[in-house]
């Protein structure tokens, strides 16, 4: 059983203007920040500013990407249980697995996501940390590796852009445009 919709994340061609036009227009926190080795930021997860009542580590995560894509909508369940419950559910209607069951370390939920038919994505969590507004952001670096600290290591399939005529074109677009991209 479902308790709500927790969080949503997006991939975006232009991604450090939208985390500042969240920031700036809805008041978001950057909870945790991921950066490539050089420095640059490619993942931010954003939670509400709930002022002293704690929020969800985040309510939007958004994320580097060559084209703007929906990436997932994740679902709060009450314990591992009803995750675990949830995987047997979704499989034997033979829904499409995509990664899980793990833990994460940034927000440190129980996660478990499956495939739409469409390419976007959908989880099933419990037990995510919370914060209040004062908590610093963290800063840490990208990897695959970085996104649990128990459970399957995420596949490559996970991130992977769908290649087509149409998002090969806005692909090069977006190099020419976005000044987060380069090649
Ligand atoms: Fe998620």
Redesign the pocket.
């Known amino acids: 059983e479902v308790i709500r919709l927790?969080?949503i994340?997006l991939e975006l061609a232009d991604f450090q203007e939208t985390c500042a036009w969240y920031a700036q227009h809805f008041g978001f926190i950057p909870s945790d920040v991921q950066v490539l080795p050089d420095g640059s930021p490619v993942v931010a997860f954003m939670r509400l500013d709930l002022g002293d009542k704690p929020a969800d580590h985040?309510t939007l995560?958004l994320a580097q990407g060559f084209l703007p894509t929906y990436?997932?909508s994740?679902y709060e369940v009450v314990d591992a249980d009803a995750v675990g419950m949830g995987q047997r559910v979704l499989r034997e209607k033979g829904w499409t697995h995509a990664w899980g069951i793990g833990r994460?370390i940034l927000g440190s939920?129980i996660?478990d996501?499956w495939q739409d038919p469409w390419g976007d994505k959908h989880?099933h969590?419990c037990d995510g940390d919370l914060f209040t507004a004062d908590a610093p952001t963290g800063v840490h670096a990208v990897s695959r590796e970085a996104m649990a600290q128990w459970g399957p290591t995420m596949p490559r399939s996970f991130t992977k852009p769908r290649f087509t005529p149409t998002s090969i074109v806005a692909l090069f677009r977006n190099l020419r445009r976005s000044p987060d991209l380069t090649l």
Request: aromatic letters at 22%; zero cysteines; proline letters at 0%.
């Open positions: 927790g969080h994340v985040h995560a990436s997932h994740a994460h939920q996660f996501y989880e969590y």
